[in-house]
């Protein structure tokens, strides 16, 4: 068993939020999951079907991503 309390995770998750609700059930509200999506929208549907506290979900947040492709040619771009 390894605790999960108090860390900090970065997650691309593509499978509708399993592997974010994993991890928020694990983390019990202590920490900070920063779940990345590269789409049009996330798609967490399945952290509802934790049934997690308020606070377990608060310490979900989420931001968009853009491509490594697009990353890396903004980058490329920037240092010329």
Do not use: W
Not at 27 to 45: C, D, F, N, T, V
Not at 52 to 61: P, T, V
């Amino acid at each position: 068993f390894v605790s999960c309390l108090g860390t900090r995770v970065l997650v691309m998750d593509s499978l509708t939020g399993l592997l974010v609700g994993s991890l928020a059930y694990r983390m019990r509200g202590k920490g900070l999951i920063l779940a990345l999506y590269g789409g049009q929208q996330p798609h967490l549907e399945m952290v509802q079907d934790f049934n997690l506290s308020s606070e377990d979900l608060a310490i979900i947040q989420v931001s968009y991503c853009i491509p490594y492709k697009v990353y890396l040619i903004i980058n490329l771009v920037m240092h010329i």
